[in-house]
């Protein structure tokens, strides 16, 4: 079992940046595939970024490339979003989930349900 922990958001400009960090607690944490999904008002939950327990194979949707990033640091068993060029369409709550390594999670990584751990959510508020 893992505990995830969000930080980072806030209330932000268009066009500024912000990074969110996950934090994972628990025995063999470093052992898991990580993503991260937001949810705006009335929409339904997106993907947005998701990493292998490796950190060697990362996956952004097609509408955050080259404006996305996520990394990890295995040591600190910590997952990082580097958001930027913020626009208002990007305000939601992000959370940041978790499942154990498995074969297979690479075709579906992009599915909420693939996940067996959330973390609260952390706010993003993009004003114009």
């Known amino acids: 079992q893992v505990e995830l922990v969000e930080s980072g958001g806030g209330l932000v400009q268009v066009g500024d940046s912000l990074k969110l960090s996950c934090a994972a607690f628990?025995?063999?944490?470093?052992?898991?595939?990580m993503g991260w999904f937001r949810q705006a008002p009335g929409k339904e939950r997106e993907f947005v970024a998701a990493?292998?327990?490796?950190?060697?194979?990362?996956y952004l949707a097609d509408s955050e490339k080259g404006r996305v990033t996520i990394s990890r640091d295995t040591a600190k068993n910590t997952v990082y979003l580097q958001m930027n060029s913020l626009k208002p369409e990007d305000t939601a709550v992000y959370c940041c989930?978790?499942?154990?390594?498995?074969?297979?999670?690479?075709?579906?990584?992009?599915?909420?349900?693939?996940?067996?751990?959330w973390g609260q959510g952390t706010q993003v508020t993009v004003s114009s």
């Open positions: 989930a978790a499942v154990y390594k498995t074969t297979g999670w690479g075709f579906i990584h992009h599915y909420s349900e693939t996940y067996d751990y």
């Open positions: 628990g025995r063999a944490a470093s052992n898991y595939n």
């Open positions: 990493i292998n327990w490796l950190g060697g194979i990362k």
